[in-house]
């Protein structure tokens, strides 16, 4: 079955710092790739996705790039802020009729000041 | 537009004990679905719909049930509560574009 592998947290970095969290998957097939973040105590909202190979998904200063080589689907962001503080999870949605969805465990990122 | 609401926002209950989850979306989304999250084990689909009057199970379904009547709601039912079933619980509905929009939580605790 499909799943989806992120590394573990938490991460702690300094303000400005440079922050990557490595995610891979296993699917059938192309899925789409998706990144999520949870702010304490609220729910999840899409950071940004990606629905084929080589796309670069984008929003507030992070990135993703599909690899369907290395089926791999890596978050960057170049400064990072205090506020970026959150639990990172990396998710896959699957081909079939269905569309399930996979998520990753989540990274757990804590920026200082 | 409310996007979408969950209630209760947080619950105790005795070990056999039922309880109803209600999630809400005004989205006029096809697509819902119920996840429970859980401490180093990211979020697990328990049932989705696609459609109303749909449904189907999910990874961990066991112990729960699921109806949706009517487009706008998708209920999540716990017939007789266990420990194992103290989680945070979130519902999501899916646009088009497959983008999913999560209510803010059901926090469940089962002595």
């Known amino acids: 079955g499909n799943s989806v592998t992120q590394m573990e947290g938490p991460v702690t970095l300094s303000e400005e710092a440079f922050l990557t969290i490595n995610c891979t998957y296993t699917?059938?097939?192309?899925?789409?790739l998706f990144w999520y973040v949870q702010y304490p105590g609220e729910g999840l909202q899409l950071l940004l996705k990606?629905?084929?190979?080589?796309d670069k998904g984008s929003n507030k200063g992070f990135e993703a790039t599909y690899r369907k080589e290395t089926t791999s689907f890596h978050l960057e962001k170049g400064s990072v802020q205090v506020s970026d503080s959150a639990v990172y999870f990396c998710?896959?949605?699957?081909?079939?009729?269905?569309?399930?969805?996979?998520f990753g465990a989540g990274t757990q990122v804590v920026v200082t000041p | 537009n409310a996007g979408v609401t969950q209630t209760p926002k947080f619950r105790v209950l005795k070990t056999g004990q039922s309880m109803t989850l209600l999630c809400a979306q005004d989205?006029?989304?096809?697509?819902m679905y119920w996840y429970r999250q859980d401490p180093g084990m990211g979020l697990r689909l328990i049932h989705y719909?696609?459609?109303?009057?749909?449904?189907a199970k999910g990874e961990v379904p066991d112990g729960y049930n699921v109806s949706r009547l009517k487009k706008q709601n998708f209920l999540l039912g716990l017939e007789s509560a266990a420990p194992s079933q103290t989680s945070v619980y979130f519902c999501?509905?899916?646009?088009?574009?497959?983008?999913?929009?999560f209510g803010p939580g059901t926090r469940l605790l089962v002595l």
């Open positions: 989205m006029n989304h096809e697509y």
């Open positions: 699917a059938t097939g192309y899925p789409s």
């Open positions: 719909s696609v459609g109303e009057g749909t449904t």
């Open positions: 998710a896959l949605r699957s081909t079939d009729s269905w569309g399930k969805f996979q």
């Open positions: 990606a629905t084929k190979a080589d």
């Open positions: 999501a509905s899916r646009d088009t574009r497959e983008t999913q929009y």
